[in-house]
């Protein structure tokens, strides 16, 4: 009796009574305005979330948005051997913390998932993927392989040794050729095996896809037969993201570039099915120089502290800075926006993936510092106030004590020179703050020891400053008044007015006004460097600022 299709692929899954079309009416299309992007991210729970996938997903959920479409997270864990637990719900709630946040899909493994198009885990998903499998084998384009990994390293030696293309496709796809009849007969005689796809394709042809960032491609065709259903029973991720986006109504497919030599298999899957493949868009990768070999190489888990998202978290870097980085990298007129517009939010911008480099993009630290400090800037002394203590509460609990002390004052002192049309720029990220705000607290000024007064001052002219400044602070001049205070005193005491004059005749003055404030910003900071020193003294109020300079005064007779 000849035997059928039908026979093996009702052998192989007996369970499945389910059709594609039956599929098909489980998941319509969806129903969305013309030009609407449905756009995915779609991690493996293997580890931390990488900087390159904060990237995609951030270009993912953008085009969504810009759209009118959807954004989804879906959680690809079938290689359970390097599944890491916990990690898929750290991936969704750091990407949130971005703002990236998913309008369906898997929300955490405690949550309940959001959408109609669910399961969105692919291990929950493998009724769906057998079904699809099925209809392959009966359609004549899938079959099983019992290649052990043994036979799968001797065919490779033989290929290495006639110095041809590894893998298993043409006459080097053994089990291809096998019959129906031992087909069946192994598998009933409890032989492992895998389901392949059986490849039309030949490398010789080639084809035209368009990528949305790239333009027309011409590839040369699939001719591996690829694994689509390992042995244990879970689909590999070639063949799992086909039947995915398909049912899940993916139309655009963000990746890095080094997903490009898999296009011709993904193309060859959907042509199988008679599915219509998304639209692809390879995104550049984000590059570091080596400085071990000097060449640009992918940013990396093992060697790079930049790929890890929680690097610049811990490091306080605001979240909207590194955003805005990653956005000069998706798109080239991003920075000349950002300029233009320093107080606008990024979901104005005109994202497009014509304005998108081809090439690996170099992780620029500099860059992200300036953007970074930029954005700090800008925001107004609430905000910064408020953001600032949700990092310190996490991560530094000096600076959350000093903000609970009084939050009044820190909003203060973040409001320092803020609220201008060029506000000043004192820090890149959260972690910057404390150290420069600090010496408010008197317990942290009054630790301060050998106070780091500009040498050229000698330490009577220190004293006869100070005492002059203690007797007039100037506290209810305005800001723009206050600094003619120390000018006048410093005229009294042969220090000229201006650095312009000083120059102009150095042996007539024992400096400039510069001098002299430099040494009430030493006393009453501790420093030579603080914000702005009239904004300083305003804060600590006459008393704080009164017993500061009597501790330096009673250091200096």
């Known amino acids: 009796m000849a035997h059928t299709l039908q026979e093996l692929a009702d052998l192989i899954f007996p369970q499945v009574s389910e059709t594609v079309a039956d599929l098909e009416a489980r998941y319509p299309r969806r129903q969305l305005p013309e030009g609407a992007m449905v756009t995915r991210f779609a991690p493996s729970p293997t580890g931390f979330l990488h900087t390159g996938s904060l990237f995609t997903a951030l270009v993912a959920y953008t085009v969504a948005k810009r759209t009118g479409g959807v954004y989804f997270f879906r959680l690809e864990d079938t290689d359970q051997k390097r599944e890491v637990a916990g990690t898929g719900d750290q991936l969704v709630d750091q990407l949130a913390w971005f703002g990236v946040v998913q309008d369906e899909g898997y929300m955490g493994a405690d949550r309940p998932e959001k959408g109609a198009y669910g399961p969105y885990v692919q291990s929950k998903r493998q009724a769906i993927y057998d079904v699809v499998i099925k209809h392959l084998i009966l359609a004549g384009r899938a079959y099983p392989c019992f290649c052990s990994k043994h036979d799968l390293d001797e065919l490779r030696a033989v290929q290495e040794a006639n110095k041809v293309v590894p893998g298993y496709y043409g006459s080097y796809a053994r089990c291809r050729k096998l019959s129906l009849t031992e ?17 039309e394709g030949d490398v010789n042809r080639t084809f035209v896809i368009r990528d949305l960032v790239r333009g027309a491609l011409t590839l040369p065709e699939n001719d591996q037969d690829i694994v689509i259903r390992k042995s244990d029973g879970l689909p590999t991720y070639h063949f799992a993201h086909l039947v995915d986006d398909h049912f899940m109504g993916t139309n655009c497919v963000t990746r890095g570039e080094e997903w490009l030599s898999s296009l011709p298999i993904h193309a060859e899957l959907f042509k199988a099915m008679g599915w219509e493949a998304p639209q692809y868009a390879h995104l550049p990768v984000i590059m570091v120089n080596d400085a071990e070999t000097g060449n640009k190489r992918k940013l990396s888990k093992r060697k790079d502290r930049e790929a890890a998202v929680s690097y610049f978290i811990e490091q306080g870097y605001p979240k909207e800075g590194i955003i805005r980085y990653l956005l ?29 480099s081809r090439d690996g993009a170099l992780f620029d630290l500099p860059k992200l510092n300036d953007i970074s400090q930029n954005y700090l800037a800008y925001m107004s002394a609430r905000d910064i106030a408020r953001a600032a203590n949700e990092w310190a509460v996490r991560f530094c609990p000096e600076l959350a004590a000093f903000i609970a002390a009084d939050p009044e004052r820190f909003e203060a002192i973040m409001n320092i020179e803020r609220d201008q049309p060029k506000p000043r720029k004192d820090y890149v990220k959260y972690s910057d703050i404390y150290p420069k705000v600090a010496f408010f607290d008197p317990a942290v000024y009054d630790r301060v020891e050998n106070l780091p007064f500009d040498e050229k001052v000698s330490p009577a002219d220190r004293r006869a400053i100070l005492e002059g400044f203690a007797q007039d602070m100037g506290l209810e001049r305005t800001a723009d008044t206050w600094f003619g205070l120390v000018k006048d005193l410093g005229a009294r005491l042969g220090f000229a007015p201006s650095m312009k004059e000083y120059k ?16 009430i910003r030493v006393a009453v900071t501790g420093s030579r460097n603080s914000p702005s020193l009239y904004h300083v003294l305003k804060i600590l109020g006459a008393d704080e600022i009164r017993r500061r300079v009597n501790r330096v005064l009673a250091t200096l007779r």
């Not at 990298?329 to 993936?353: K, L, Y």
């Not at 005749?505 to 404030?517: M, Q």
């Open 328 to 356: 000069t990298i998706a798109n080239s007129n991003f920075e000349e926006w950002m300029r233009a517009n320093p107080r606008a939010d990024v979901s104005e911008f005109p994202f497009s993936f014509s304005k998108m």
């Open 183 to 199: 087909q069946l007969r192994r598998i009933r005689a409890g032989e492992p095996y895998v389901i392949r796809f059986r490849s």
């Open 504 to 519: 102009a005749d150095p042996s007539a003055f024992k400096g400039f006004s510069g001098d002299v404030a430099s040494v």
